[in-house]
């Protein structure tokens, strides 16, 4: 069998794209916080307006004059991620992550001149990444230094942790970790895979590949049963601080782990996919009509990710 | 008011107005649900011909009466030399030619375009007939007619009946005394004898009647005469009686020309008068048909439609109206089904542009366009251009391909491959951009994916925006637009899974 049925995805209270993009995105997200998270130096505003921590903003380049004085700021880093403000997808972020002479290197090791970076820039400026093809700004960002407790579990990239934040509750987590065949890139239908990781401890339950379960890594071997991802007690406010930032009833919060700084929010989204049913192994459904069904949904930050852990958390159902 | 029961509302609101529009037009107006059907719409000649006699002309014929049952396209009138008029003032309808002077062989034409209704409703009432004078009827005929009266009625239930049995003695004279009698009685009214002597007889029982006279509308007859019916009138209808067989009812395919009146042809200063009558039936488009009447009856629907635009701008909207059958596809495909597809609605150009170069011609050119302009792009990307600059240049290398398909395909003989030009081009050089980002980013596969995501929602959008039915329902019945927005409406309310979802999320299921 290929396929499954309606009603055993309903069982095991599976969310649909269809059923998100109506129940859910349209009816809790108000288009006119979209930029916010549309537009990642807006989110960096808002986010240090909340003094949650993000990486740190080296330059930005708004005007195509500007991308030759690029060189100018870029001299000063060695490490550093350019990225348009306005992407979508992870589309159009370059990560550098050292210098070989002249050349740029890539988390892969693959050397880019610096006319590379100035054409990725202008590309960026002329909207190529973005929404509907829309001028956009290129941001150039600190690189993070990702936890080395990680090392074992990534593929030349940056692994990040994805939360789903409904109405400031967070209602399921996960992490998404680079592997050869994403290129270092943490996007799960290029082949990154995803852990499902439990409220409660920070702890992966499940992981999966190309929408199919794995138990290692593909390239490193290691055991994600092994994984367990530090600093989880601030992981969990910070991604729902994201509520209050964005005033978006339904949102996903990129987060990574920075081995000075600790957690730090590296983008928020107004459309989170749906992989992350099948990273933990279970429906959103049930969570998500849990919350729409509280009486009293008006709580302090603390205490919304208390009650998620308590409700959602895999330790606290055994 | 919750969005949810707007949604349903206003999609029923939709919906119905839709059918209700279009069944509207199907039974009132006549529209034709299916393509290609035909109505027979019958031409029919009156020539009279009479020798003018050097003196002023005033001819006189009866027209058609306005019969509910033929709706009349067009009449019009041949006669080179002669004044026209119309005298309404009697019963009947009567045309009037006029001349101060004419001599010899004189020839006038009345031509008559009608619609012929299959369905026939019973003849409306009207005034009983006005009694006809049969006072120079000698004594042996009436009292045969009397007796024939009394004969009958013992026989009959009313005037039907009474008709009826006379028709039957009428074909079996030798039964009857006083029919054989009528019989041999010299006749020389205008009327054919059998008709001269029912309107005797049905005058003498005190019945009203009076004669109808028609054709049987049958394609290719010249020199046609007009039949002779007898019309009784049974309160409140009239009811025709053929005094041959005694059939009663209008028959099939017959057009009443004349009902009561006095005469058919009237001729003064002119001798040797005649009228004879050819019919051609044509078949017509049942929708141009209804379009014509429409126009003529001013119905709304028709008048202010888009039948009154320019030809031209007709065949651009016959285009137009099929996008909306693109879009429901595109609908379907991606929120049931759950297709990618490169650009929302990049399947209905490419399927619109199948529609100008056939399919596989169609499909072979935008391969053969994208996969070119990929491997320019992609060499385009080394060159450092500024994005703007290098999608123009990728227009420009598409219209040049497109310049050297068509110059080569038309030096091989393939007159199909000059069509390309209906592909949008710039539409297309975006397409190879995304493409070629899409390939540096996601890889192959995922160009793949959404390229041939997007030819298989163009190839059914085509095939549904070909089909002959829709192509006929679309552009002949417009207001099927609402329909189909309240049905895209409804699609939008719809939460369930996606059956691409079935499969992705299928592993899961299965763990547990």
Not at chain 2, 218 to 237: F, M, N, S, V, W
Not at chain 2, 291 to 318: C, H, M, R, W
Not at chain 2, 471 to 485: D, G, I, S, Y
């Amino acid at each position: 069998m290929f396929f499954t049925t309606p009603a055993k995805l309903h069982a095991h209270g599976m969310l649909g794209m269809n059923r998100r993009n109506v129940s859910y995105i349209s009816r809790y997200n108000d288009r006119r916080y979209y930029p916010l998270v549309d537009n990642k130096l807006k989110t960096k505003q808002v986010a240090e307006k909340a003094e949650a921590s993000t990486p740190k903003l080296l330059g930005v380049v708004e005007h195509q004059y500007q991308v030759n004085t690029l060189s100018h700021i870029l001299e000063l880093y060695s490490e550093f991620v350019v990225k348009p403000a306005q992407g979508s997808q992870g589309k159009g972020i370059l990560v550098i992550t050292g210098r070989d002479g002249d050349y740029y290197l890539k988390p892969s090791g693959e050397r880019v001149s610096e006319a590379d970076v100035m054409r990725h820039s202008s590309n960026i400026l002329s909207g190529l990444y973005s929404l509907g093809g829309k001028p956009d700004v290129a941001m150039v960002e600190s690189l993070v230094h990702f936890d080395s407790v990680f090392d074992d579990f990534s593929y030349e990239g940056v692994p990040d942790i994805r939360v789903i934040v409904f109405k400031g509750f967070p209602v399921m987590a996960m992490m998404r970790v680079s592997t050869k065949a994403s290129d270092g890139k943490a996007n799960l239908h290029q082949g990154a895979v995803g852990v499902g990781i439990d409220l409660a401890t920070g702890k992966a339950l499940h992981a999966v590949q190309y929408d199919r379960p794995v138990s290692h890594h593909p390239d490193t071997g290691a055991h994600f049963a092994d994984l367990a991802v530090p600093h989880w007690d601030r992981i969990l406010p910070l991604a729902a601080s994201g509520y209050e930032m964005t005033q978006l009833g339904y949102l996903g919060a990129d987060i990574v782990l920075d081995v000075n700084q600790g957690p730090m929010i590296l983008e928020l989204n107004a459309r989170p996919g749906l992989a992350v049913q099948i990273a933990n192994g279970t429906g959103l459904l049930p969570r998500l009509q849990a919350i729409e069904a509280l009486r009293h949904p008006d709580m302090s930050t603390d205490d919304r990710v208390a009650y998620a852990i308590e409700q959602f958390g895999n330790t606290a159902k055994q | 008011m919750s969005a949810r029961v707007q949604v349903y509302l206003l999609a029923f609101i939709c919906i119905s107005l839709g059918l209700g529009l279009t069944a509207y037009k199907k039974i009132e107006l006549g529209f034709p649900l299916l393509p290609g059907e035909q109505r027979s719409v019958w031409t029919v000649e009156a020539k009279v011909v009479f020798n003018a006699e050097d003196k002023p002309v005033k001819v006189s014929l009866a027209l058609p009466d306005s019969d509910p049952n033929d709706i009349v396209i067009s009449q019009d009138f041949a006669s080179p030399g002669y004044g026209f008029g119309w005298d309404s003032e009697g019963v009947q309808r009567r045309a009037e030619w006029a001349r101060r002077n004419a001599t010899g062989p004189q020839t006038l034409f009345y031509r008559l375009q009608l619609f012929h209704a299959p369905v026939r409703t019973p003849l409306e009432a009207s005034t009983p007939p006005e009694v006809i004078d049969f006072s120079h009827l000698d004594e042996s005929t009436r009292i045969a007619a009397d007796s024939l009266v009394t004969h009958i009625t013992e026989r009959s239930a009313d005037a039907k009946s009474f008709a009826n049995e006379l028709v039957r003695l009428l074909n079996n004279p030798q039964s009857n005394m006083d029919m054989s009698l009528l019989l041999n009685t010299e006749n020389n009214s205008s009327m054919g004898q059998k008709v001269a002597i029912m309107m005797v007889v049905l005058n003498r029982a005190k019945i009203p009647a009076r004669i109808a006279r028609g054709l049987h509308l049958e394609d290719g007859r010249k020199r046609q005469t007009l039949t002779e019916l007898i019309e009784l009138y049974a309160d409140p209808h009239w009811i025709l009686l053929d005094p041959e067989t005694g059939d009663t009812g209008t028959p099939d395919n017959f057009l009443l020309w004349q009902r009561g009146g006095v005469s058919l042809l009237d001729v003064e200063g002119g001798s040797n008068s005649r009228v004879t009558f050819s019919i051609i039936e044509n078949s017509r488009p049942a929708k141009a048909l209804a379009v014509a009447l429409g126009e003529d009856t001013k119905a709304a629907l028709v008048d202010f439609s888009i039948y009154s635009l320019p030809t031209e701008i007709q065949n651009t909207f016959k285009h137009i109206l099929l996008i909306p059958i693109g879009a429901l596809v595109v609908v379907l495909l991606r929120i049931l089904v759950g297709i990618k597809t490169s650009g929302t609605f990049m399947p209905i150009l490419i399927a619109l542009a199948l529609i100008q170069t056939t399919l596989f011609v169609g499909l072979a050119i935008f391969l053969t366009i994208v996969s070119v302009g990929l491997w320019i792009r992609s060499y385009l990307s080394h060159l450092n251009l500024l994005l703007v600059a290098r999608i123009s240049s990728v227009v420009i290398v598409v219209i040049i391909i497109m310049a050297i398909m068509s110059v080569l395909s038309n030096k091989l003989g393939l007159s199909q491959a000059l069509t390309v030009t209906f592909f949008p081009m710039i539409i297309l050089a975006w397409t190879i951009e995304r493409m070629s980002i899409l390939w540096e980013e996601d890889g192959p596969k995922e160009v793949l994916i959404q390229g041939g995501g997007s030819l298989l929602v163009a190839v059914m959008a085509y095939l549904a925006m070909t089909n002959t039915l829709v192509e006929h329902l679309t552009f002949n019945f417009p207001e099927l637009l609402l329909v189909l927005l309240g049905i895209i409406m409804l699609i939008g309310q719809y939460t369930g899974y996606r059956l691409t979802e079935l499969r992705r999320f299928q592993a899961m299921v299965k763990e547990h």
